[in-house]
DNA sequence: GGACCTATTTATAATTG
DNA sequence: TCAATTATAAATAGGTC
């Protein structure tokens, strides 16, 4: 602490990080920003936001905003075709995904279904969660309850945090309450 | 330009901004911001991302992470069952929607759907686009050549900005080329 | 491997043209 | 309604423990 060395940031260039250990710090890092910053923009404007991510040969960590009911009504609109629609939900994805399996751009399309695949497990996994629990102010006042260290930064920016590491809860190599503390992988 | 009155940013509460018109404008700021970001943490890390988001009452932004199809192979795992898979991938949705519709967090995943079929869109419209070229070095040097007064900024960041606007091309109320400029919406 | 620390670079809220 | 500006708040690269 005496020898005071270059700390500070550099100035960045747009272009892969060749150094592994670097590669994978900025990538926890920066993951984690995005996240944070598409939490600010879906409180601050009420946008609903969702976002994947897939590491290099990794499982995807994903970002959603509401995870929690309530304020998703007022843009998805209400006015759904109430029971009938089940079926022909079906039939258009079914169609959907047809038509893309023939087209060229496979390995993109490859891509798209291991998102979507990766989004209806997500969704699932939360709905488990859920049921399990009583209230979703039961489901997450656990883990707030048991933790120890991370308590005063978590309530140093107020609930942010939390907030956004509640929206990884489902995530498979995301965020996770482990030991006593909060995880990133 | 004599009387200097209080530019400069103010610090931010995490809440809904009220004024419509500053809900509006940040927005628009707030999403170029996520987007860049995660376009950052694609290239830097090799990271695969995409990006959806829905104004209130509007239709959605999205961002993808690559767009050109080279850089996918390498996770998403090139040895997929070869042919045979295309009816068993439409079984595997089929029933996901379907148990999915079964369930009681209709609204969360009424969003899902609306998020899915808008992804779904968005590749099918890129396709189309990516038939009408000969290249992708063709598509996108068209309206690269009619740019005007964007050239300069555009070039400030070198190809940055401009990836990022191609990245949406195919976006509903995205970006756009028109008239002669590039719009965000 | 993660939490914390700083020097800087970036993002951006407010305001102007 | 937008692009440009500017003052500041935030994000973060590189380091330490």
Redesign the pocket.
């Known amino acids: 602490?005496s020898?005071?060395?270059?700390?500070?940031?550099?100035?960045?260039r747009l272009a892969k990080?060749e150094n592994q250990n670097?590669r994978?710090?900025?990538f926890?890092?920066?993951r984690?920003?995005?996240f944070?910053?598409a939490n600010?923009?879906a409180v601050?404007t009420g946008a609903e936001v969702g976002i994947i991510v897939f590491p290099p040969g990794s499982k995807p960590y994903s970002f959603g905003h509401p995870n929690v009911d309530e304020t998703i009504d007022k843009y998805v609109g209400e006015e759904r075709p109430p029971s009938p629609s089940s079926p022909g939900i079906d039939d258009k994805y079914v169609q959907m995904f047809r038509k893309a399996n023939s087209m060229t751009l496979n390995t993109q399309l490859n891509t798209l279904q291991d998102q979507l695949d990766f989004a209806l497990n997500l969704k699932s996994k939360l709905k488990e969660k859920n049921k399990k629990l009583e209230s979703q102010q039961e489901w997450f006042k656990g883990p707030i309850e048991k933790m120890n260290?991370?308590e005063?930064?978590m309530l140093k920016e107020g609930l942010e945090d939390l907030l956004l590491k509640v929206k990884n809860y489902g995530t498979e190599r995301g965020y996770g309450y482990e030991n006593g503390?909060?995880?990133?992988?």
């Not at 020898?3 to 960045?12: D, E, P, W």
């Not at 503390?181 to 992988?185: D, G, L, S, V």
């Open positions: 602490m020898t005071r060395l270059i700390k500070g940031r550099k100035s960045v990080i670097n994978q710090v900025t926890s890092k920066r984690n920003g995005v944070k910053k600010e923009l601050m260290y991370t005063a930064s503390k909060w995880k990133a992988e």
